[in-house]
């Protein structure tokens, strides 16, 4: 009887070391399979809703970032809006500069624009 529960007991152990090593090779296999921000930016390249730089016009582009290889979603915006500490020079004040975002070569990046009569909302005013 002792050598029976013995045996049983070297089954059942058997049993779960085979079911955990098979939790892991799925989790492992399921982690590779997923689709991280990159790799879904790769898929559907950069997209950029005013079709390039439009000054003029405030819009949303989506794409992997040209500087760091992340996957992005960002939107136009003048420099007197965002939160962060920039100086002003002859050439530009906070009010009159915007930063465009545009594909370029399926990927996102950023250009800084002089509005010649100011920017409100993320775009030059005319």
């Known amino acids: 009887m002792e050598k029976k529960c013995n045996s049983n007991f ?14 892991i090779i799925l ?12 790799a879904y930016a790769s898929m559907v390249g950069c997209n ?16 992997t970032w ?10 136009d915006v ?3 809006d965002m939160d ?3 100086y002003e020079d002859d050439e530009f004040t906070i009010d009159n500069l915007v930063y465009e975002y545009f594909c370029d070569d399926g990927q996102l ?8 009569n100011g920017c409100s909302d993320g775009a030059c005013l005319r």
Do not use: H
């Not at 070297?10 to 939790?23: L, Q, R």
């Not at 040209?66 to 960002?74: K, L």
């Not at 990046?109 to 010649?116: A, H």
């Open 27 to 38: 989790f492992r296999t399921s982690s590779e399979n997923t689709v991280s921000g990159q």
């Open 66 to 75: 040209s500087r760091s290889g992340e996957y992005m979603e960002v939107i």
């Open 84 to 86: 962060a500490g920039y």
């Open 109 to 116: 990046q950023v250009i800084s624009y002089v509005c010649p």
């Open 48 to 63: 950029d809703a005013d079709n390039g730089k439009d000054y003029y016009s405030r819009s949303w582009v989506t794409g």
């Open 78 to 80: 003048c420099l007197k």
């Open 10 to 23: 070297w089954i059942v152990a058997v049993v779960a070391i085979v079911a955990i090593v098979a939790i």
